[in-house]
């Protein structure tokens, strides 16, 4: 294809849905195409998630772009994912762009100007990946026909438009519905937008192929347009997703059930599904350990019965501890505490654990009084920390990632990541430190004391090379059950010319905008 120093090819990869599998094909693609030895980087112009990663340089990014440049084997960058939009409620969010954070919208704020004002700089950050790399693989963003945000899109059939992308749209079929899914979602876009949807490729189908084929013939020969490819239903994958909780979660509690465990016990992890939940991937690396058995709970009862409690990271720390009191967690919590039972805090988890709380900034709640299960007292700041810390802990090297407005003064207790621990209560401002073995074989193996389980961590579990070999897997995929001959041509050259307008189409989009002198370019907010 492209090739070493021909630069600009691409794809996006748009989908029917939300959770049709946008974030994991173009992570297969991406890795296939690297081992192909394509200089490959992934890209979503704009992305909504509580899931979100620090690079290296300092910037904000959607956790799933951090993984699809993993996948390519890149550094990940702030380019890749211009605009993260963080939800604080059901109706506003906060606007991240090009790694910081520049204001908090409502929904009707955002799409009603904002989010045009931000066309030039994500076009802008594309154009510069794409000068710099072989192929930019780009994902879209829920569905590419929702007529009503069209107008303002710049994640989906405006990128497309803009950069002259073709389009591949993914389908789910195990939720049923495809074909009229491919057929409508092609149907409802404008000509022009149209003629860049190259085609289809269909994820998650269980059973014998040759049933489905004649359906793909007769979609072909509706639309004008082929499948690229019908990827099967695969376990086990365990990728991070940004769209919502219930994917992750499914391959967090999958994961923990494969291995059995290497001592005489199991050991069992419940984690608070506290509101607006943030980088619950945190846990994904006990579930990865054989013999862990990780679980989202909300009712004290579901407590009862685990080894190691987990407070996760949250956009609304005084809502999710207004939310553990009501529902009876605090009170579960602070028992924990009094028993000697391990309680692990991370970022809005870890505050919420702490005395008092002073939130002017997400909440605006002013004072609030905290749990009291750490000598901790939190001030949120305007200003959001974000970090790539490294330590040591239990003596073992820890590599972490922060992301928060809330400053910790720790008044006491034994000094743990930056964060402190008093008995079995431990607290850290750090996601991502779980990831590091050795800290991670040790943590647990203080857990199962503590919880008189008789529970041996493995000695050779690496959460890199699992996370390798499930990027490999997501590659193989695309490798074995795509047409892989004909995606390199369409990356390389575009949609096809002859693609037929299928009726009934909506009304043409608006003229694509001018980059030149667009407000607000990288590095700037709009």
């Known amino acids: 294809m492209t090739g070493p120093g021909r630069k600009g090819g691409g794809l996006l990869v748009a989908g029917t849905t939300s959770d049709a ?11 296939w195409l690297v081992r192909q030895g394509v200089k490959v980087a992934p890209f979503k112009g704009q992305n909504m998630s509580l899931n979100s990663f620090v690079t ?24 890749m994912n211009p605009v993260l939009l963080k939800p604080g409620s059901d109706r506003s969010s906060q606007v991240v762009l090009m790694g910081r954070p520049v204001g908090e919208l409502s929904a009707r704020g955002y799409h009603g100007g904002r989010q045009e004002a931000l066309f030039g700089p994500v076009v802008e950050c594309l154009e510069q990946l794409r000068s710099s790399y072989d192929a930019v693989i780009c994902e879209g963003a829920g569905s590419p026909a929702e007529i009503n945000l069209r107008r303002t899109d710049i994640v989906n059939m405006g990128i497309a438009r803009a950069a002259r992308l073709p389009v591949l749209v993914v389908g789910d ?52 347009r082929r499948t690229y490819g019908v ?43 506290v509101p607006l939940m943030s980088n619950f991937t945190d846990v994904d690396a006990l579930a990865a350990e054989p013999g862990v058995i990780v679980r989202f709970v909300d009712r004290p009862e579901e407590l009862a019965d685990a080894d190691l409690v987990v407070v996760p990271g949250t956009r609304g720390t005084v809502r999710a501890l207004e939310w553990l009191r009501e529902r009876g967690l605090a009170r579960e919590l602070a028992r924990r505490a009094a028993e000697g039972r391990p309680v692990l805090g991370i970022c809005g988890g870890f505050q919420l654990l702490g005395e008092h709380i002073e939130d002017e900034v997400e909440s605006r709640a002013g004072s609030v009084t905290g749990l009291g299960l750490l000598p901790v007292r939190v001030r949120f700041a305007a200003e959001k920390t974000l970090a790539r810390p490294t330590g040591t802990a239990l003596g073992e090297r820890v590599e972490g990632y922060e992301i928060h407005h809330g400053v910790a003064e720790v008044l006491g207790g034994e000094a743990f990541l930056s964060g402190c621990r008093v008995g079995e209560v431990w607290g850290t401002h750090w996601h991502g430190s779980l990831e590091s073995d050795g800290f991670r074989r040790q943590f647990l193996r203080r857990v199962a004391s503590a919880a008189g389980r008789r529970f041996v961590p493995a000695p050779d579990t690496s959460f890199g090379a699992l996370r390798e070999e499930q990027l490999d897997r ?37 003229p694509v905008r001018a980059t030149a002198g667009a407000p607000g370019r990288p590095g700037a907010p709009a």
């Open 56 to 79: 290296r340089d300092g910037a904000e990014i959607g956790r799933a772009q951090a993984m699809q440049a993993q996948a390519a084997r890149v550094e990940p960058s702030a380019l």
């Open 173 to 224: 079929i195990d939720r049923g519905g495809v074909f009229a899914s491919f057929f409508g979602t092609t149907a409802l876009l404008s000509a022009e937008d149209q003629r860049l949807v190259a085609g289809y490729l269909v994820n998650k189908f269980r059973g014998d192929v040759s049933l489905l084929e004649p359906g793909l013939d007769m979609l072909e020969g509706l639309t004008g």
């Open 21 to 31: 599998g946008k974030s994991v094909v173009t992570a297969g693609i991406c890795r």
């Open 231 to 273: 990827l099967p239903y695969t376990h086990g994958l365990g990728i991070d997703e940004e769209d919502g909780l219930r994917v992750s979660l499914r391959g967090a509690v999958r994961e923990s059930v494969v291995a059995p465990p290497v001592g005489e016990d199991v050991l069992r992890v419940a984690v608070c599904a």
């Open 474 to 510: 997501l590659g193989d995929l695309i490798e074995e059950h795509a047409d892989t001959d004909a995606l390199l041509r369409l990356i390389e050259r575009g949609a096809p010319s002859d693609l037929p307008f299928i009726a009934p189409g909506a009304p043409a989009a608006p």
